[in-house]
């Protein structure tokens, strides 16, 4: 039991439901409700495998992470080490190439090769740079970060790019909406977590200070870093205003913006006002816990779609 546990803890169960749960909601809130598809609850077989290969590869580059991150994690966070500690380190390398292995064929199995192969070059170059993440770019001034956004942003343009050219036959104006909800989610998801990169690096300063992990705290010091986080999410703040009022003005989705104030407007504004007077490790990991809540809010507000369409 102890053994199952800890690699639930290794691959991060909770963030990889986190996964499945947007992946899902951009399938059947947007997409099906957007293509006007008459069953919205009955994915196709495509999407389920492309969903597990997502899952499989995030799983595996969970586990690589923490195969590298052995004496950083020592000080970070000693209670929740799993490699060396639950699961031996062979165990855990073999798992990577397995489950990365089995992302590729997943992915593989979801699309038409001939069509659509650059997915499967796509998923390939998440694992190669999930594995150089965790060996050289983490450590690195912002290359971390960015790769964390994009790779978050990724896993909604994966479903987006799947769809192209299917299920919009002489729906021109949907497919162009389709479009536009799919990059405005996943900038959505960039934003954000670039954010909560920041704000870990912060957190995280005791551990990657001792090994000379080059990041935005340690290069740039804690304050020009709290300007940065505070830079995109004065951006994020601005996107969701303006995309409020059109909703407001064109679509009278009035819940929808309810919703959106409450859980993600909000909270933001919060996280602004609590940023400057963080110092500790405790405060930067409430406020990294109160971003991913944000972005989990901003999950479910692709539930509106379902309902409105």
Known sequence: MRLIIGFFRLIRLPNLIFIALT????????????????????????????????????AAGYIINDYFDINIDEINKPGKMVVDKVINRRWAIAWHFVLSFAGIVLTVLAVPVLEKWYLIVANIFCVLLLWFYSTRFKKQLLT?????????????????YSKTGAGFVNQEVNYHRFFRVAFLYAGFAFISSLIREAIKDMEDMPGDAKYKCRTMPIVWGVNTTKVYVAVWLIVLLAILVVVQVYILEFKKWWFAVVFCVLAIIVPLVY???????????????????????????GILSMIFFYIYL
């Open 23 to 58: 992946q899902v909601l951009f399938q059947v809130c947007v997409y099906q409700s957007l293509a006007g598809l008459p069953d919205k609850w009955l994915p196709e077989t495509g999407f389920i495998l492309l969903l597990f290969a997502s899952l499989f590869i995030a």
């Open 271 to 297: 996280i602004f006002y609590k940023l400057f007077g963080a110092n500790t490790v405790n405060d930067f990991h409430k406020l990294s816990r109160w971003i991913k809540g944000v972005m989990l809010a």
């Open 144 to 160: 971390g970060n960015v790769i964390i956004s994009l790779l978050t942003a990724w896993t909604i343009l994966i479903i987006f």
